[in-house]
């Protein structure tokens, strides 16, 4: 059984209590919740970060305090784990309350990823940085990432659900 750190940025909105309370955390998992300060540019991403650097789980997973986990996302998560090549980063989908999920095509790009469907292995030397201030920073953390593209385990199940809806 692999350790997960999860990593929760907050503005301290009320739904944090949700967000926490969808987490099922095994044996050895942590919750790290990291609250913003303004002013740090785009929120979340230097308090990602933050939990990031000092996360010692052998995964990472990121959720915002206004997200929730779907039932058995932990069960989903081990089992991505165990199957196929170990210590490659994993992509989830994540649905809207709109009803659309992303991703749609397996591909890193803007709009199709989003920080609520990453497992990624806790190595910090394969992994790129949270810009603090960069748009679309999900997508740059993964593109960045030192595995190739093709090394990503795309899953078609979904395992959180948004908090806000869509631009689309």
Do not use: C
């Not at 058995?72 to 196929?84: D, S, W, Y």
Request: avoid cysteine; glycine fraction near 6%.
């Amino acid at each position: 059984m692999s350790t997960i750190s999860f990593i929760i940025p907050t503005v301290g909105r009320p739904s944090l209590a949700a967000a926490l309370a969808s987490i099922e955390r095994w044996a050895g998992d942590e919750v790290t919740v990291v609250q913003h300060t303004p002013p740090s540019g785009r929120w979340g991403n230097p308090e990602r970060q933050q939990g990031t650097a000092h996360a010692t789980g052998e995964y990472l997973a990121y959720l915002d305090d206004d997200d929730v986990y779907v039932p058995g996302h932990r069960e989903l998560m081990q089992q991505a784990i165990n199957e196929g090549v170990p210590d490659v980063p994993i992509l989830f989908r994540i649905r809207y309350p709109s009803g659309r999920t992303i991703w749609q095509r397996k591909w890193v790009k803007n709009g199709n990823v989003s920080a609520q469907m990453i497992l990624v292995p806790n190595r910090k030397d394969m992994l790129h940085h949270w810009h603090s201030k960069q748009r679309f920073a999900d997508f740059h953390f993964i593109n960045q990432w030192q595995w190739p593209a093709k090394a990503i385990k795309w899953r078609p199940e979904v395992i959180a659900r948004m908090g806000h809806d869509d631009a689309r």
